[in-house]
């Protein structure tokens, strides 16, 4: 299984937009990732289970001269 830190970018197995892991912890002894992610501008948060995402690709970082 995967490990996930907040700032990870992250979907989900079955599909779906790219997510950000916002916290990394467990509901009552159970582990899960939290993520926040934007369709146009409305902002969406859910919670998931680790063993439900994968890494999402990431593009390279902008690089600043």
Not at 3 to 13: H, M, Q, W
Not at 22 to 38: H, I, K, L, M, S
Request: charge should be neutral; charged fraction near 25%; proline fraction near 8%.
């Amino acid at each position: 299984m995967e490990e996930f830190a907040v700032g990870d970018t992250v979907k989900l197995k079955s599909g779906g937009p790219t997510m950000t892991v916002t916290v990394v912890g467990d509901r009552y002894g159970t582990p899960t990732v939290w993520t926040t992610w934007f369709d146009g501008t409305k902002k969406f948060d859910g919670d998931f289970p680790p063993a439900a995402l994968i890494a999402a690709e990431t593009r390279s970082p902008i690089r600043r001269v």
